[in-house]
């Protein structure tokens, strides 16, 4: 289904842009202020993550031709995944209970919302006194980018190659 294909790669790709937007070149105002109006809007954290569980599942049922049911898009239906879980990770509240509220309630989403906390991060990140967890985390999210980047690229030159 040509319309799911084109779903993915957008979905993708700008996965892997909101990603590495702010490790690469802040100066794609756009992509920054298209991140942090996603970081503030409850609304569209939550279409972000079920968009990406359902064109992950249709990529899985309804492959480009000639793949078969689900191995035919299977690693861009992983990519696609993998990026609504990120979507969720990054979502306020602790737990995935607690996140689940705080996308699907109000009140949660401002008592998870700590203006201080967050101040001290991004001083903490400015002036390098990252902790190891938060590197690590870091390293995870612009590995997360590029594997997304990658997969994005060759579902794109190579659209009805199995497995990809």
């Known amino acids: 289904m040509i319309q799911l294909y084109l779903l993915s790669l957008a979905y993708l790709l700008l996965g892997a842009c909101l990603i590495l937007v702010r490790r690469y070149d802040g100066s794609l105002m756009l992509l920054v202020d298209m991140k942090a109006s996603l970081r503030k809007n409850r609304l569209g954290q939550l279409l972000l993550v079920l968009a990406g569980i359902v064109i992950s599942a249709g990529l899985l049922f309804m492959p480009m031709m000639p793949g078969p049911v689900i191995l035919g898009d299977l690693i861009p239906a992983i ?6 879980v990120h979507y969720l990770s990054s979502a306020a509240g602790n737990g995935l209970g607690g996140k689940l509220r705080a996308l699907l309630s109000q ?9 201080v906390e967050e ?7 400015t002036i390098g006194l990252e902790s190891d967890d938060t590197a690590r985390h870091q390293k995870a999210r612009r590995l997360l980018g590029w594997f997304c980047l990658t997969v994005a690229a060759l ?3 190579f659209p009805s190659f199995v497995l990809i």
Do not use: D, G, N, T
């Open 155 to 157: 579902h794109f030159f």
């Open 107 to 115: 009140k949660e989403f401002e008592k998870a919302r700590i203006p």
């Open 119 to 125: 101040s001290q991060r991004i001083l903490a990140e």
């Open 79 to 84: 990519a696609v995944l993998f990026l609504a």
